[in-house]
């Protein structure tokens, strides 16, 4: 049974910072290739930050400069650190794995909320 469980949403003001993890099990981690996606009330998923399985990374212009994602293989998990957050990046925040041959496995966690307010 694949599981995504992601963990370290919450409230905090602005400029604050949050790292949200993300723990797979079930799949064979490393030829997964992660990400961390949101969707804001009203509003469409969106793509945050991807990260491959050789460590590549791409992140959403919003966010650039700003959030870190990163993944430990070790430990089965990736990361997003969000550092100087706006209100603007309030949101349900979603992890996906996606495996690197074949479309067919592709995973989401439930989701964790980030609400940023003063």
């Known amino acids: 049974q694949v599981q995504l469980v992601e963990s370290g949403g919450g409230l905090v003001q602005p400029g604050e910072s949050l790292r949200l993890s993300c723990a797979a099990s079930g799949i064979a981690f490393s030829v997964y290739h992660m990400g961390w996606y949101r969707q804001a009330p009203g509003k469409q998923r969106e793509l945050v930050a991807t990260i491959t399985t050789s460590g590549s990374t791409n992140y959403a212009d919003s966010v650039k400069g700003r959030f870190t994602i990163s993944r430990d293989n070790a430990k089965n998990t990736v990361y997003l650190q969000m550092n100087s957050l706006r209100p603007e990046d309030t949101a349900v925040y979603f992890c996906?794995?996606?495996?690197?041959?074949?479309?067919?496995?592709?995973?989401w966690g439930q989701g964790t909320q980030v609400t940023v307010s003063s």
């Open positions: 996906n794995a996606k495996h690197i041959l074949s479309r067919r496995l592709d995973y």
